[in-house]
């Protein structure tokens, strides 16, 4: 059995969400990542260390809100790059068959 066509359509999908599920485990991941550094004191050590340097100015280390925006800024433009290129390659591999024949899958049934 020969791979000869993709719909774009279906592969656009599939894809976009792909990206929707990574944007989420980023989100969380991000977070999650946050709340523990938090806890365990990293930032507080790191704003000490910024004002001891500095001289006592105030000093405003990445706060929860703003992580999840970058996170999200991030995650919105993941999204739209696997998904926009998810749908090109499929163009392109589409194109690409007549020259190639498509990719050859070999399908097996074990359940015996």
Known sequence: VYLTHLDPWSVAKGSFMLGVT??????????????MLS???????????????????SVSFMSLGRLLGLSMVLSAVEIVLISGLSTLFAILYNLSVGFTGGIEITLTDRSS
């Open 39 to 57: 806890a365990a004191g990293v930032f507080d050590a790191i704003t000490g260390l910024f004002k001891d340097v500095s001289g006592g100015g």
């Open 22 to 35: 990574l944007a989420g485990i980023t989100i969380v991941a991000s977070s999650g990542l946050w709340l």
